[in-house]
């Protein structure tokens, strides 16, 4: 898959050296959750029969962050993750548009003219609910208008679960208040954050319980505070252990920033400026503070049982 940085306006040479007749999914897929893979398997399957590349268009930073609205509080899918996924789902150009004031504040008409029709986008497809242009002006029937005799327009259903239509909003709901079941269904895989291991208080070896501490590597939406059963990836690994998420107020007070420290089972080795992939595949229970550390001793010990039971380790 080839990924292609786009700024607006899009100026004539660049759309020289990408106009092509493409199937282009329209939209800010941030989660690449299971209804948005349903607009973009449609796309990549309708390229496949008309025998042209499938892309993704999308935009970065999302536009949330940029205009400082709502409560934005992080990536579900950052885009190194966005990049694997699409690529696992058969896209062969993902175009990354750069949002900035400048682009939020362009028509609808102007966004197609400029953006869309340059390209040489034979169809697109977009949800039920795309909205496009200044002030989410634009919606479905307007980009077949704008694209009317040049671009076709294919427009996915939503998809529901159990009467629910799958949305990020409901996954970034469900990760903040514990809900991992439900916002790994709507996935369609276990969520998961990434980044390398730093140097952390070190505390963990002296209980027994030694922790690789993550640094992530971009801006995820961070989980609710507690325990979990974690998978972890490194390098060409598949390791198993418990991912504590919190502040550690065992040792603590008035710490607001969560830290990430995963305690891998039987491993030995240095980890320290190792890059790992964190799955997390169940949530155990809350952070809270114990009178002791022999009392939190005894329930890590537990933890860890839990978690093996969960991921099936060693039975």
């Known amino acids: 898959m080839r990924t292609v940085t786009l700024t607006y306006p899009m100026s004539p040479e660049t759309a ?20 948005h893979a349903s607009v ?19 935009f970065h930073p999302h536009p949330k962050d940029v205009m400082g609205k709502g409560n934005y509080e992080g990536y579900l899918t950052p885009p190194v993750e966005k990049q694997e996924i699409l690529a696992s789902l058969g896209v062969d150009i993902l175009y990354v548009i750069e949002f900035n004031e400048q682009l939020s504040r362009v028509s609808p008409q102007n966004f197609v003219s400029v953006m869309l029709l340059p390209l040489h986008i034979v169809t697109a497809v977009v949800g039920f609910d795309f909205r496009f242009g200044y002030q989410g002006e634009g919606d479905v029937e307007m980009l077949r208008k704008l694209g009317e005799g040049v671009m076709n327009v294919e427009v996915a259903p939503p998809f529901l679960l159990d009467g629910e239509k799958v949305s990020s909003s409901g996954i ?3 990760l903040q208040t514990g809900d991992l079941e439900l916002a790994n269904s709507w996935f369609g895989r276990c969520y998961y954050l990434r980044g390398e291991v730093g140097h952390g208080e ?15 590597s971009a801006h995820f939406v961070i989980p609710t505070k ?6 972890v990836f490194y390098k060409d690994k598949v390791l198993y252990g418990v991912m504590n998420v919190g502040v550690k107020p065992t040792f603590h007070e008035g710490v607001l920033t969560p830290s990430f420290e995963v305690h891998l089972f039987d491993f030995e ?3 320290y400026d190792q890059e790992l992939k964190v799955e997390l595949v169940s949530f155990i229970r ?4 114990f009178e ?10 537990e933890d860890a049982e839990t978690a093996k039971k969960i991921l099936g380790y060693n039975l």
């Open 269 to 271: 080795g240095d980890l």
């Open 292 to 301: 002791s550390i022999g009392a939190l001793i005894t329930q890590i010990g």
């Open 202 to 216: 070190k505390r963990g070896r002296t209980i027994g319980f030694p922790t690789a501490n993550l640094k992530l």
């Open 172 to 174: 970034r709901k469900s």
């Open 286 to 289: 809350p952070e809270r503070k």
């Open 16 to 35: 020289a050296e990408w106009a092509q007749p493409q199937v282009a999914a329209l939209g800010q897929f941030d989660g690449l959750h299971r209804g």
């Open 40 to 58: 973009i398997t449609s796309a990549v399957a309708l390229a496949r029969k008309q025998g042209v590349p499938a892309a993704v268009l999308t």
């Open 226 to 231: 507690g325990v979990y059963a974690v998978r």
